[in-house]
């Protein structure tokens, strides 16, 4: 069975940085993108960043480009997302999501994802 | 980058009803488009994905149309399990970016 789950969320100060990483299971993590989406409470899905099955592509949000930092270790089957210089408005809920590539487009939308992990950035 | 703008913001119906979103890109993204359903306090779940294309498992009152710019999510004979927020998202090139939402509603 597939499985994403997410860890590292928790309550950080503004300016503090956090870790969050993303343990999957199930299938081959080495042949998938993988991406982060967060959703602030009570608010839409926001896209944050992807990274492609090698670690050879990385893309981010204009959002959150310059303070955060995707990558993977294919060997531990575990996604990560490096956030420094966190803000009152990076609270919420962050989720990782398996890309799928579509075979037509040649680009990957999301076909499963974790339960997430929250992160609250308050003094 | 690409703007997503879905439509309408809340949907009221019943079950039993036909209910469509519609989404708006800013800019072509051809055929880019997936729809995904949340519900509260759960992760999304995909339900179409190159604008029409089912996703495995999900029930055929669930379609979707379109190409370019303009997309539309249908649901027929809405179910009690169907009310939930909806969204849309492009996935061409170089970002990923999802509609604000749709949250459909019992009326």
């Known amino acids: 069975e597939m499985q994403l789950v997410e860890s590292g969320g928790g309550l950080v100060q503004p300016g503090g940085s956090l870790r969050l990483s993303c343990a999957a299971s199930g299938f081959t993590f080495s042949n998938y993108a993988m991406s982060w989406v967060r959703q602030a409470p009570g608010k839409g899905l926001e896209w944050v960043s992807i990274i492609s099955d090698s670690s050879g592509t990385t893309l981010y949000a204009d959002s959150l480009r310059g303070r955060c930092s995707i990558s993977r270790d294919n060997s531990k089957n575990t996604l990560y997302l490096q956030i420094n210089s966190l803000r009152a408005e990076d609270t919420a809920t962050y989720y990782c999501?398996?890309?799928?590539?579509?075979?037509?487009?040649?680009?990957?939308?999301?076909?499963?994802w974790g339960q997430g992990t929250l992160v609250t950035v308050s003094s | 980058d690409i703007q997503m703008t879905q439509s309408p913001s809340t949907l009221s119906a019943s079950a039993g009803d036909r209910v469509t979103i519609t989404c708006r890109a800013s800019q072509s993204i051809t055929s880019c488009l997936a729809w995904y359903q949340q519900k509260p306090g759960k992760a999304p779940k995909l339900l179409i994905y190159r604008a029409s294309n089912l996703e495995s498992g999900v029930s055929s009152r669930f379609s979707g149309s379109g190409s370019g710019t303009e997309f539309t999510l249908t649901i027929n004979s809405l179910q009690p399990d169907d009310f939930a927020t909806y969204y849309c998202q492009q996935y061409c090139g170089y970002s990923r970016t999802f509609g604000q939402g749709t949250k459909l509603e019992i009326k």
């Open positions: 999501a398996k890309g799928r590539v579509d075979t037509v487009t040649g680009y990957s939308h999301f076909d499963y």
